[in-house]
């Protein structure tokens, strides 16, 4: 089976199957989520460190993980800090597919192939230890239930949970409506997830354009002169070329 210790990007997509139909639950917000998860986690690693509402590298070590070393090299080469708003809204393609593959490859989901209206050829993706997905799941309902500070993993996952819309998938209709408040409440237990869900929430709004004030920040780095912010364009993860002259549809 997996790990022992599961990643924020590999919990976050866990948490987001749906285990009835093998898809995912918010698929384009998980994939902004999934980019902000990595940089929580590349934060909780030591290698990365919030300064303002930017993104520092404080050590290009590899981690281990491919693909969180593939995100921190791309950070490395921007050279000077970037904003969060700016590498979550970069392009993201490929980067819930590189996670479900992982997870495939680590044994804690099974491909099930499968076709679209009888033609398109379609893979959905089965959790094959269930208790795994049951723990994660565990801890944010302890979290919201008892009140109690969580750890700075759970509290970063239940911040991006939120930020991606998972809430109301995790806690449907009316009567989960207070489970959904006290989740979104927690993301003040983690500066790192703090910030990065902020970001994941102001790119889906369209506000990646203007910088979230923060008092901590250096100044000057709010703005370029004008008032305007600098534009950095993100990278994300490369995308791997897609086989044949029809492309699969993977886990919506």
Known sequence: ????????????????????????????????GLAGAQLVELALAGRIAPDGDRIAVVAPRPTGDP???????????RGAPV??????????????????????RCGMVAAVPGQMCGVLPTTRYQATDTDISREIRARLDSAIRTGVPPDPRTAAL???AHAVGLGKHLYPGNE???????????????????????AVMDVQNGAAAQ?????????????????????????GVPVQPRRGSMARVVAH
């Not at 969060?84 to 970069?90: E, K």
């Open 211 to 235: 910088p979230r004030r923060n008092p901590a920040a250096p100044a000057g780095r709010q703005a370029a002169p004008g008032g305007r912010a600098a534009a950095e364009p993100a990278r």
């Open 176 to 198: 989960g409506r207070s489970s959904r408040s006290r989740l979104r409440d927690l993301i003040r237990h983690d500066p790192m997830g703090g910030l990065v869900a902020h």
């Open 83 to 104: 904003r969060a708003v700016h590498w979550i809204g970069g392009p993201r393609l490929g980067l819930r597919q590189t996670y479900l593959s992982h997870l495939e």
């Open 158 to 160: 239940a911040a991006l």
């Open 67 to 77: 693909t969180l070393d593939c995100a921190l090299e791309l950070l490395r080469r």
């Open 1 to 32: 089976m997996g790990r022992s210790r599961r990643t924020i990007p590999e919990e976050l997509l866990l948490l987001a199957l749906d285990p009835t139909t093998g898809t995912t639950a918010q698929p384009q917000s998980l994939d902004l």
